[in-house]
């Protein structure tokens, strides 16, 4: 006769046996996901991120100069002058984790929110405008961090890109158009592709190979068209360019987006 804590007993093991194998699948499903898409559970969260920041980005474009940068712009005609007064202006208000541009990549599908700083915390929402670089329409070089397999993976294909690929970075006072010219891959240490060229720039960084974080791939674009928007508008720069060339080194740096891939 089949006494009732055996019945008990084995129902408690075929309830664990399938959750077992629930969770199993589970882990075969998000590892397969993982390998041929995004991590899907940091994908879902950074999405949730991106909405927000969505909003964050329309209300800085919405909200137009400051009562201080109204003033200066008063005494600055020119576009390119304009332009790189607010993109100053907006760097020494702009907070970690905070929306500040949006960057395009037509050839491998990337639309998403930037924003500033590249820790761990910022990146887990999107790319992330390193601490010391300058925002676009300083001159200079512009470097963008992002992911490649967690966090809704914005940097994914990067290495698809070709030369001559347009990246777009929309900023609330313009949008800025750049051709990939070339990519490299590097070690974390060698900032040096961080650095002052001569040449207004965008780098974007991302940790190499896929699921590694031994080395790091440098898409390199160059400045193709600037065009202001907003406070940003202003008359045609005749003559020398009137902005200062000088950066900060990059000495002290290192290329960020390997924490967590």
Do not use: N
């Not at 590892?31 to 995004?38: E, F, I, K, P």
């Not at 940091?42 to 329309?58: I, K, P």
């Not at 940068?69 to 202006?89: C, D, G, K, M, W």
């Not at 900032?191 to 974007?204: A, F, P």
Request: proline residues 6%.
């Amino acid at each position: 006769m089949r006494r009732p804590e055996d019945s008990r007993r084995r129902r408690v093991l075929r309830a664990l046996s399938t959750v077992l194998i629930v969770a199993g699948g589970l882990i075969v499903v998000d590892a397969v996901l993982t390998v041929t898409w995004q991590e899907p559970l940091t994908a879902f969260t950074t999405g949730r991120a991106q909405a927000d920041l969505e909003g964050q980005l329309r209300d800085l474009r919405d909200d137009g100069a400051t009562a201080r940068e109204v003033t200066e712009l008063r005494s600055l005609a020119a576009e390119p002058v304009r332009i790189a007064y607010l993109a100053r202006s907006l760097r020494q208000r702009a907070r970690e984790g905070r929306a500040v541009a949006r960057l395009r990549i037509p050839a491998i599908g990337v639309d998403k929110v930037v924003v500033q700083g590249t820790d761990a915390a910022s990146l887990r929402r999107g790319p992330g405008i390193y601490d010391r670089s300058p925002f676009p329409g300083v001159p200079g070089t512009t470097a963008i961090a992002g992911h490649r397999t967690t966090y809704g993976a914005p940097f994914r294909h990067v290495d698809q890109l070709d030369r001559g690929d347009r990246m777009i970075v929309e900023m609330p006072y313009g949008t800025f158009t750049y051709r990939v010219q070339r990519t490299r891959i590097v070690t974390p240490q060698d900032v040096s592709v961080l650095e002052s060229t001569g040449t207004d720039r965008l780098v974007l960084t991302a940790c190499h190979p896929l699921f590694s974080a031994d080395e790091r791939i440098v898409v390199i674009g160059r400045l193709v068209s600037a065009i202001g928007r907003g406070a940003g508008k202003g008359e045609p720069l005749r003559g020398p360019q009137l902005t200062d060339r000088v950066q900060r080194p990059a000495t002290d740096l290192k290329l960020d987006a390997g924490a967590g891939r």
